[in-house]
């Protein structure tokens, strides 16, 4: 068996309980969405998204909300492109 190593990280407890159950909606855990993002780090040899600084205007403009049908279509799509990280992560 590999070795593993601990990562613990420190957040609100609200804002974890609100990430559990939208992780759980999605039939994730916490710890495997992390996984994931750590995989896709990897591959993608970087963030798997844009980090950028906005003003408050900018963003406030951009903020825009999506209907649940198109959230949970969109999020199936992601979970079918990264399956062969979903099946090393579950190894």
Do not use: C, W
């Not at 068996?1 to 994730?28: E, H, P, W, Y």
């Not at 906005?54 to 079918?80: A, C, G, H, R, W």
């Amino acid at each position: 068996m590999a070795q593993t190593s601990l990562i613990q990280v420190r957040v609100d407890d609200n804002f974890k309980k609100d990430v559990d159950n939208l992780l759980a909606d999605l039939g994730l855990d916490t710890p495997t969405a992390i996984r994931i993002f750590l995989k896709q780090v990897l591959m993608q040899k970087g963030l798997p998204f844009s980090v950028n600084m906005k003003t408050d205007v900018q963003q406030q403009d951009e903020v825009t909300y999506m209907p649940d049908d198109d959230f949970f279509n969109i999020s199936d799509s992601l979970m079918e492109e990264n399956k062969e990280a979903y099946e090393v992560l579950a190894r």
